[in-house]
């Protein structure tokens, strides 16, 4: 799952970016409000955690502007700005959820894991399909009961797969979840993946799609 992270206070935001890629995610960091427009622009993203009090142009008008583009991404607030007025203003200009500075990074992760999980149009917040269970909250995945041992980007496409059983995920896509800006990306970086899965999951959970990609079989 990659996400976007706004946030122009440096402590804050390498703090953040180490407890995300840590949970799994893959993240794009920037500083400013044009870059975070520019970002916006042209990459999927999962999900953003936006603050407003940005240099260059103000979070708020990001996220304007974000869904005058019709894009329903989520949004999650993180800013100082706690007057009642502020926060109104936000939700009412397409925030999905709105979190005050300081902050518990438990609760932003929960948070997080919240509104992904609205996103997709599910309530339950474990993943379960073919008798797999991944909880994002804890970290578990198992098959039948039996602990499974992934990596980060081995966690990051499965999940992908099972939220959306039945659809099917070319290379690039599955890419764009796995990696942010920074990483070095293999050319044959997701068949590894996919290929390691196969071998603790079992082949025929993970199909190929011959010229498309790969699918979770529905249950």
């Known amino acids: 799952m ?4 706004v946030e122009d206070d440096p402590m804050i935001g390498e703090t953040v970016l180490d407890v995300l890629r840590a949970e799994h995610f893959a993240v794009d960091w920037v500083k400013d409000g044009v870059m975070a427009d520019t970002a916006l622009r042209s ?14 142009r103000d979070g708020l008008d990001v996220l ?4 005058q583009r019709k894009d329903s991404i ?4 993180v800013t100082a700005r706690d007057a009642v007025a502020d926060r109104i203003a936000g939700l009412d200009a397409g925030a999905d959820d709105y979190l005050l500075k300081p902050y518990d990074i438990d609760e932003l992760l929960a948070r997080i894991r919240a509104l992904t999980r609205r996103s997709a149009g599910r309530a339950d917040p474990v993943l379960e399909v073919h008798g797999l269970r991944l909880n994002p909250a804890t970290h578990e995945a198992t098959r039948d009961g039996r602990p499974i041992t992934l990596s980060n980007r081995e966690w990051a496409v499965l999940e992908a797969l099972m ?5 099917v995920f070319s290379r690039a896509q599955l890419e764009e979840k796995l990696y942010s800006w920074k990483d070095d990306v293999s050319s044959n970086a997701v068949e590894v993946y996919i290929h390691g899965l196969r071998k603790k999951l079992g082949a025929e959970l993970i199909q190929n799609v011959r010229g498309l990609g790969y699918v979770m079989p529905r249950p």
């Open 43 to 56: 990459a999927p993203y999962d999900l953003v955690l936006l603050d407003l009090g940005l240099p260059q």
């Open 2 to 5: 990659r996400l976007l992270l």
């Open 163 to 167: 939220a959306r059983p039945g659809v």
């Open 64 to 67: 304007k502007a974000l869904r």
């Open 74 to 77: 989520p949004v999650l607030v």
